[in-house]
């Protein structure tokens, strides 16, 4: 009993204390200098998440591992970091959710989505899956880099020169 249900929960607990979730802010560049931190500590999930999820570790481990991406939540750290005039602004333009609508989300995503999947929760549309930029494209873009450097010598693949290429190509 101590091992097949008091373990269990005891290593449920430690986990749960010590659970975090991404935030859409992962997936942008901070707003400004005071909030470099914390977009950075969110990316930070997401990556994570992502590593763990992998195929292989699920195998492994038998964890199901998804990370969930939800936009602005009404909570205290919400009221504690924004000024009255930017909760305003962000409930007009963004909308707030409560805890309970990200929660429902969770239970879609616990529910519906696969290993590794990285979901965001928005106001008034169902969770989404947020894909990773696929490894081919880096390939690619190593491939790209190298080629017109050689061809053309650029010092820099910038995204002009990547918009150019698929222009005329794709």
């Known amino acids: 009993m101590d091992v097949d249900v008091m373990a269990v929960m005891a290593g449920t607990q430690l986990a749960m204390e010590r659970m975090d979730i991404g935030s859409l802010a992962s997936l942008f560049p901070g707003v400004s200098r005071e909030s470099a931190a914390y977009f950075a500590a969110k990316a930070a ?23 969930i991406c939800p936009g602005f939540v009404d909570t205290a750290l919400l ?7 930017d909760l305003e602004h962000i409930q007009q333009k ?43 494209m880096i390939y690619f873009l190593i491939f790209l880099s190298r080629l017109l450097g050689k061809v053309i010598g650029i010092p820099l693949l910038s995204f002009f ?10």
Do not use: W
């Not at 994570?48 to 990370?67: E, I």
């Not at 009221?79 to 005039?85: A, L, N």
């Not at 020169?161 to 794709?170: A, E, S, V």
């Open 79 to 85: 009221k504690e970091c924004c000024s009255t005039r």
């Open 161 to 170: 020169h990547q918009k150019m290429f698929f222009n005329c190509f794709l």
């Open 94 to 136: 963004y909308a707030v959710m409560t805890p309970d609508y990200v929660a429902d989300g969770f239970l879609k995503i616990i529910r519906h989505a696969e290993n590794g999947a990285v979901v965001a929760i928005v106001p008034n549309a169902p969770p989404f899956h947020v894909a990773d930029r696929p490894r081919l």
């Open 45 to 67: 999930v997401v990556s994570y998440s992502r590593t763990l999820g992998d195929p292989k570790t699920l195998r492994l481990t038998g964890v199901k591992v998804q990370c």
